[in-house]
């Protein structure tokens, strides 16, 4: 109908609802813009506070901590090693020369980096055959067939297929180790220097040995050390002072890059040590030596040669020695020097002490007549003379030219043991000698308030009390030297890189006893080396040599049997100590030979191998003859 409203509740499009839904949802639209802009606003404040944040720690680092980081960066990739000083020379008393070095290469082979060459190379060429095994192959027959006696083939495929990142090869000559590299590039090389000793055994207890230390991958620790004798004794003298150099080492190892190497401070060369050995007779000795130990079937010996006046060592040998330039006789037992280390029982030889003490307290001269029974009885055992015989008078000088442990004996209880003890400890028994040598032993004296009822009883005679042959040779040097000894020395001075020459300290001395009883002494122990009949002859008429007067002793110590703990009948020392010559004396011969056959010739006595050195002495030095010979005296009336 005209004019008729619509129904009750029904949108029309108009009215009072349609205005309230636009301005709601332009309200809405309006908020909505609102939080947008709101939240732009809060996300560009925020990234500019990152910014802003981000460029002060920028700044900070490049003004504060630029040079530190810097630093640790350049400390990962960088490393300071030591560059090896040149070693110093080993020379004679008359400069030949015993050790010395000389320029080689170690080749190495980065076998991280050779591996992954490789195996990058035969996946891009799968069909050419060739890999990391085949190169490593090709390579180690190369190498063993350029230097045969050096290595084998099967010793490099060894060391090319080892689990490691890095390894050394082998050391060879300078040309030949360009040659390698030039050849094959994987293979790379430095510095060394190798030891050569042109004497090869002589004088190797003496030098020692010296090599570089490779056991470790950080090439810091590669330098040549003494390992032994001298050489390990002197190594501070000997190494020099390493230089510095600043090297680029591959990422989480030790290996050099090649080519990166900057040096830093250069290396100054060790010192060289002149000896006072004298290499020809220390030839002669350690010959002689060797020959008669072979001879009379003993475990072994030693010797050593002492000027009487200075108690320079001309000479020390042992029988077991090695040589340092062949790594196969390398041994803890050939490298050891028992001239000095191993002490033994000397027997009659250290009656000298016994001697010195009885002239010297003036209880007797030497032709002092006393009755020597073939026994005695001292505290819970009984002494037997090496011969049987009744009750017969000696003289003093027979007693010791004879060798009389109950005649000693009886001469000891007119000293006293303080008196007695008081001379040993003079003559430098149960102390080193100070020789310059590693591994000395200073022998053994039971202390004086542990002495029992026997003590003294063995003492005097050479037992239970023990010495170096070093040591027993240094008594005698003090009685040729009038009463003086003279620590013994083997180095005689250092020459400094600028050739300025260092005499070594002064070796102490120790006034043992008066010139007139050493004198005495001396004179006493020329008879030893009488011949004759059993009323003239001493224990050593072999260690004469025509034209010179000798003086010394024999020595038969007995050893302890190491399978039943006590002495044995059948293992002894046997010892001999001489003057040459006896009346204007010029060198002290001490021999030591370790459980010889007794049973066949030469066997008991050392003076038969004194008598060779001397002579060879008197002949190389032009020793003058004596002006007269030794007189004869009788020893038992």
Do not use: C
Request: charge should be negative; avoid cysteine; proline fraction near 6%.
């Amino acid at each position: 109908m005209p004019g008729q409203r619509g129904v009750k509740g029904a949108s029309t499009g108009k009215g009072p609802h349609r205005t309230y839904s636009v301005r709601a949802r332009r309200k809405r639209s309006a908020t909505t813009v609102r939080n947008n802009r709101n939240r732009f606003v809060i996300g560009r404040i925020a990234l500019t506070l990152v910014l802003v944040a981000a460029g002060l720690k920028l700044v900070h680092i490049q003004a504060f901590e630029a040079s530190a980081l810097s630093e640790r960066a350049e400390r990962q990739r960088t490393k300071i090693i030591d560059i090896p000083a040149d070693r110093g020379s080993i020379v004679d008393r008359n400069g030949a020369e015993l050790a010395f070095s000389v320029e080689t290469r170690q080749l190495w082979v980065n076998l991280r980096q050779m591996r992954q060459t490789w195996a990058e190379h035969a996946r891009e060429n799968p069909n050419s055959g060739e890999n990391f095994g085949t190169r490593a192959a090709e390579i180690a027959a190369y190498i063993s067939a350029r230097v045969p006696d050096l290595v084998t083939e099967e010793k490099l495929l060894e060391a090319f297929h080892k689990d490691a990142s890095f390894t050394y090869l082998i050391e060879v000559e300078p040309s030949v180790a360009e040659e390698i590299s030039k050849r094959y590039h994987e293979i790379g090389y430095e510095k060394r220097a190798k030891r050569v000793y042109p004497g090869g055994e002589l004088a190797a207890n003496v030098l020692g040995y010296a090599n570089w230390r490779t056991e470790s991958e950080d090439v810091s620790e590669h330098n040549l050390h003494g390992l032994s004798g001298l050489e390990y004794f002197r190594d501070e003298d000997l190494v020099g002072t390493p230089g510095r150099q600043i090297v680029d080492t591959e990422q989480g190892t030790d290996v050099v890059i090649p080519g990166t190497e900057r040096d830093m401070q250069p290396a100054a060369p060790g010192s060289d040590l002149e000896l006072t050995i004298d290499s020809d007779v220390q030839y002669e000795l350690e010959r002689s030596l060797a020959g008669y130990v072979d001879k009379v079937d003993a475990k072994g010996g030693s010797a050593v040669i002492l000027d009487a006046k200075t108690g320079e060592v001309y000479a020390l040998a042992n029988h077991k020695t090695f040589d340092p330039n062949d790594p196969k006789s390398l041994s803890s037992e050939a490298m050891g020097n028992p001239a000095v280390s191993t002490p033994f029982e000397p027997g009659s030889v250290a009656k000298v002490i016994t001697a010195t003490a009885a002239i010297e307290s003036g209880v007797v001269t030497p032709e002092t007549t006393m009755a020597v029974p073939g026994a005695m009885e001292v505290a819970d055992h009984t002494v037997h003379d090496a011969w049987s015989h009744d009750t017969q008078d000696f003289s003093v000088t027979g007693i010791f030219a004879k060798s009389s442990n109950v005649g000693t004996l009886l001469l000891a209880d007119e000293i006293g043991p303080d008196r007695f003890m008081s001379v040993l400890d003079r003559f430098g028994i149960g102390h080193r000698t100070n020789i310059g040598l590693p591994g000395e032993s200073p022998g053994f004296v039971p202390p004086r308030e542990q002495w029992s009822g026997t003590t003294f009883g063995n003492l005097p005679i050479g037992q239970g009390l023990s010495m170096t042959v070093v040591q027993m040779t240094s008594m005698y040097q003090a009685i040729a030297n009038g009463g003086v000894r003279v620590e013994p020395r083997i180095v005689k001075a250092k020459i400094a890189p600028d050739g300025r020459r260092i005499p070594e300290p002064a070796p102490a001395t120790t006034r043992v006893t008066d010139a007139k009883t050493a004198d005495t002494v001396k004179k006493m122990l020329s008879a030893t080396t009488q011949d004759g009949d059993y009323y003239y002859s001493g224990t050593a008429p072999e260690a004469a040599l025509q034209g010179y007067q000798i003086s010394g002793k024999t020595g038969t110590g007995q050893q302890v049997d190491p399978k039943t703990g006590a002495y044995s009948n059948r293992l002894h020392n046997i010892t001999f100590a001489g003057i040459l010559p006896a009346d204007e004396p010029r060198f002290v011969v001490g021999v030591w030979l370790d459980a010889p056959d007794t049973t066949i010739p030469g066997g008991s006595s050392a003076a038969p191998l004194f008598q060779e050195v001397a002579s060879y002495l008197a002949q190389r030095y032009n020793i003058p003859v004596s002006d007269r010979s030794t007189p004869r005296v009788r020893l038992v009336h």
